[in-house]
């Protein structure tokens, strides 16, 4: 059985004394989460170290990037055996918004991807295609080639750690939301282009809420939502990993 898993990337918000504050009062409401559904929280690099320490174990704790050497002179990045060593267990890497205003290209996520699962961090990998891609029909062949890209020369071991998250980029944020069926058909493509996906967790993200989560939920390959602007509040986040 494939995992439920329920993400909250917060992106640039929150300090560390907010961030520790908001895990303390989510742990609170994880008896009124299903234990069936993995909750995890993606604060940003300057609140990681209060939030692992907020969570004491209770909650995985994800990063929002990573570089894909493990030291080296790249400033103002951050690697993976730093994560670790404050309790990091996920990472976030290809996200739409790193591609569009940093430049992060295929072979980029492609290097972290690996990095990430050597280095025992499970990676979870965004795809998603712009709003022209999706009006001239080529949505599914775009979003296949980014998961390709990304997973190009993995192990077969390497799939059992590996997370992919859908976020339309036409939907994040921008409360236009991918319609389920729609989503789905995205999430079939996404499983059968390759054969070792089969058991990989995809993601749904962009405009998830709590009121329209249980729709993708029902749906057959969508098994669970990497979620933006409403995962900044400790009980719309928690209301929303239970619907899920």
């Known amino acids: 059985m494939r995992r439920r898993i329920c993400a909250g990337n917060w992106k640039m918000f929150k300090t560390a004394s907010e961030a520790r504050a908001y895990v303390d009062r989510f742990a609170d409401l994880l008896p009124t989460i299903p234990s069936s559904v993995e909750t995890i929280l993606c604060p940003p690099f300057t609140a990681l170290p209060a939030a692992c320490e907020a969570s004491r174990g209770r909650i995985p704790i994800g990063a929002q990037n990573m570089h894909w050497e493990n030291s080296g002179p790249y400033t103002g990045e951050i690697s993976a055996p730093m994560l670790l060593e404050l309790g990091v267990q996920f990472v976030i890497l ?73 976020e339309p980029i036409w939907a994040i944020g921008t409360g236009r939301n991918c319609d389920p069926s729609d ?14 996906l089969r058991n990989v967790p995809l993601l749904y ?6 009121e329209n989560i249980a729709a993708y939920a029902r749906t057959s390959d969508i098994d669970g939502a990497l979620v933006g602007g409403a995962s900044l509040d400790p009980d719309g986040f928690a209301r929303l990993a239970a619907a899920l």
């Open 94 to 166: 290809g996200h739409s918004e790193r591609r569009q205003h940093f430049g992060e290209t295929d072979e980029m996520v492609r290097r972290k991807t690996a990095a990430a699962l050597q280095s025992g961090l499970q990676p979870i990998v965004a795809v998603g295609e712009p709003l022209d891609v999706r009006e001239r029909g080529d949505a599914a062949q775009y979003v296949t080639s980014q998961v390709r890209a990304a997973l190009e020369g993995l192990p077969n071991t390497a799939f059992t750690d590996l997370v992919l998250a859908y």
């Open 183 to 196: 989503a789905n058909e995205m999430m079939q493509s996404i499983r059968s282009c390759m054969p070792q």
């Open 205 to 210: 993200g962009g405009s998830v809420k709590a």
